[in-house]
């Protein structure tokens, strides 16, 4: 890992112009030196909207009764999964709201083993929050081999003015905790210029995240849902997109050889958010395969795009932008995180 102090992370998160070319540069360099410049490609499935919780933020909260909820089938997925195997992706992302009983974990490990047994070459990274120890267990066995989890704030104050009470960050980090052990690449991942947030709780987070030696990062801007208790507070886009894409660039120089995303927040403050997330160093991008008709109903945020694409024509266009940022397009390989096999043949070898 790269040495980087707190105060260096502040000062350069508010990088702008010039400054923050050559911040994007060396993070993109480092990358390319130490993990390649291959980008990877994750099939995004959006299984369910039903969440037991209630954050503060997010438009799929619980309280929330203008959406219509949706729950896919097993074949519904398994559809899904198909067409993104059939465009020679080599891995997905199953992600729904957060569930607490045993039945989805149940159902979701019958589909993960239905989905390996049809495409074992398939690498399956799982979003389903906080479950139990047992529940991730029978998840992995099915196939799962990635979990991400995030964390939204590293620093509990924090947390706590950005969900309700009954949620628990000591258990989130347990949970991460119970994913390690078991086994999965790890991925957690960070709300940037979130509401009461400072440039020190964003600092603070790189150095969380490199200290709980995360594999892969999925973290985005924050971006306001309308029917969300703090959707009324000022917003600044411009600088939720200028500091999502520095810390992207400062996690890459703290972490160099994780996977990190170039999330869907960014597409949706900017026409060309995934080129600059990638520009900012990120190396994996999971283009849309959850059904058209159910898109709209996973709104996290507001404005999140929805729009359907014609599958090859998506995959083309992507490849064709990771082209133009002088990456290479890498639909074949599921991209597994080279933090993640290098700390795995230090466990087998000590």
Do not use: W
């Amino acid at each position: 890992m790269t040495s980087i102090s707190k105060g260096e992370i502040i000062e350069a998160l508010s990088l702008e112009g010039e400054e923050q070319e050559t911040l994007h540069d060396e993070a993109c360099n480092l990358r390319d030196e130490t993990v390649s410049n291959n980008l990877y490609f994750r099939g995004l499935i959006e299984t369910s909207n039903i969440c037991v919780n209630d954050c503060l933020y997010c438009g799929i909260r619980t309280s929330n009764k203008k959406i219509k909820h949706f729950e896919l089938t097993s074949e519904e997925i398994m559809h899904c999964v198909d067409l993104a195997a059939e465009r020679s992706l080599s891995a997905v992302v199953l992600q729904s709201g957060e569930r607490r009983g045993p039945r989805y974990a149940d159902d979701m490990a019958g589909v993960v083993s239905h989905i390996k047994k049809a495409h074992p070459a398939v690498s399956m990274t799982l979003s389903f929050g906080e479950l139990s120890r047992d529940q991730y267990q029978k998840l992995y066995e099915a196939g799962a081999e990635r979990y991400l989890l995030r964390i939204e704030t590293s620093d509990e104050k924090h947390y706590r003015r950005l969900h309700p009470e009954e949620m628990s960050f000591k258990n989130r980090l347990q949970c991460l905790e119970n994913l390690r052990e078991i086994g999965y690449q790890i991925g957690s991942g960070v709300m940037i210029n979130s509401p009461f947030q400072t440039l020190e709780n964003l600092a603070d987070d790189i150095l969380f995240l490199k200290n709980l030696d995360i594999d892969m990062c999925g973290m985005g801007p924050y971006i306001p849902h309308e029917e969300s208790p703090l959707a009324h507070l000022p917003y600044a886009p411009d600088k939720a997109l200028s500091l999502g894409l520095n810390m992207i660039a400062l996690l890459r120089t703290a972490m160099p050889d994780i996977n990190i995303a170039a999330t869907t927040a960014l597409e949706t403050l900017s026409l060309h958010g995934k080129e600059l997330g990638l520009l900012a160093g990120a190396n994996v991008i999971m283009p849309q395969f959850s059904p058209p008709e159910k898109r709209g109903d996973y709104m996290l945020y507001d404005n999140k795009p929805v729009a359907f694409e014609n599958y090859d024509d998506l995959i083309n266009k992507l490849v064709e932008a990771g082209i133009s940022c002088g990456m290479t397009p890498s639909l074949k390989d599921p991209g597994h995180s080279l933090h993640f096999l290098k700390r795995k043949n230090y466990d087998n070898t000590h």
